[in-house]
């Protein structure tokens, strides 16, 4: 299967100081990888890079054979990349009904109608809640809503930071069915940052681990143990 996106040597810093120092991987078109690594190795600074959020200091990024490491944030959304990030930023006072239309600004078809109900399929909490604030959604429902709101805009390729942060195992269950079947039946490619083993496990089918700024280990989803991943996570 051919990639979807590239990243060779990619580097980027904030200022004088540099996170990413390096980073090699590869997203297959239509599956999920997974980058675990410990707390502030990295990992959220990554995803922003990809998206352009973070500037490219060296290095490439490719989605398929082109070059993107240098399009803004705007482009890379309308060439079909989607951002979540950590702590979902969803609009406390708006309705989710309201949060969900505002994934309509990403798209540039005029003609693309608003894909509703199909959200509502996959998450049908935000059907029952639809009238109710943002705000007032525990964060596992703000993280399902978040992820419908990037659904809106018919992303190829979504970048998902750390869904399972703080929220309940139940709902994480009900997340990870989801983003298998987004790369099942829609064929959606999920790169994602996630912490918690047991859940990457479910929805990944590659995985990398990362430490100061580079990737340090990777392999299929079946060598992905406990011992393992708790070897690069301590210390
Ligand atoms: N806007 C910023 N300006 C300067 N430094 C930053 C900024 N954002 C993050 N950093 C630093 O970059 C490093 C990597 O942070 P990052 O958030 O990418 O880590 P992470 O792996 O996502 O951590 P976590 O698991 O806690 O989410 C940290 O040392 C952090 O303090
Ligand atoms: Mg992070």
């Given at each position: 299967m051919e990639n979807i996106l590239t990243a060779t040597n990619l580097?980027?810093?904030?200022?004088?100081?540099?996170?990413?120092?390096?980073?090699?991987?590869?997203?297959?078109?239509g599956s999920a990888t997974t980058i675990m690594g410990r707390n502030g190795v990295g990992k959220s600074t990554?995803?922003?890079?990809?998206?352009?959020?973070?500037?490219?200091?060296?290095?490439?990024?490719?989605?398929?054979?082109?070059?993107?490491?240098?399009?803004?944030?705007?482009?890379?959304?309308?060439?079909?990349?989607?951002?979540?990030?950590?702590?979902?930023?969803?609009?406390?006072?708006?309705?989710?009904?309201?949060?969900?239309?505002?994934?309509?600004?990403a798209v540039t078809d005029k003609k693309a109608k608003f894909p509703e109900e199909e959200i509502y399929d996959l998450f049908p909490i935000l059907k029952d809640f639809k009238k109710r604030l943002g705000g007032n959604l525990s964060g596992g429902q703000q993280q399902q809503l978040a992820i419908g709101r990037?659904?809106?805009?018919n992303p190829k390729l979504i970048l998902l930071d750390e869904p399972t942060e703080g929220i309940q195992p139940s709902i994480a269950q009900d997340i990870a069915q989801v983003l298998k079947r987004l790369v099942k039946e829609k064929g959606i490619s999920i790169l994602l940052v996630e912490q918690k083993i047991d859940f990457a496990k479910q929805v990944t089918d590659y995985y990398y681990f990362m430490d100061r700024g580079k990737m340090v280990m990777e392999g299929s989803k079946e060598t992905m143990d406990h011992s393992t991943v708790s070897k690069y996570l301590s210390v």
């Open positions: 580097q980027a810093a904030y200022g004088q100081s540099t996170i990413l120092w390096g980073v090699d991987f590869q997203v297959k078109k990554l995803l922003k890079t990809i998206m352009g959020l973070v500037n490219v200091k060296a290095g490439s990024l490719k989605l398929y054979d082109e070059e993107i490491s240098k399009l803004p944030p705007y482009k890379k959304a309308w060439k079909g990349m989607g951002y979540i990030p950590q702590g979902r930023e969803i609009i406390p006072k708006l309705t989710v009904f309201e949060n969900l239309k505002l994934g309509m600004e990037i659904l809106v805009s």
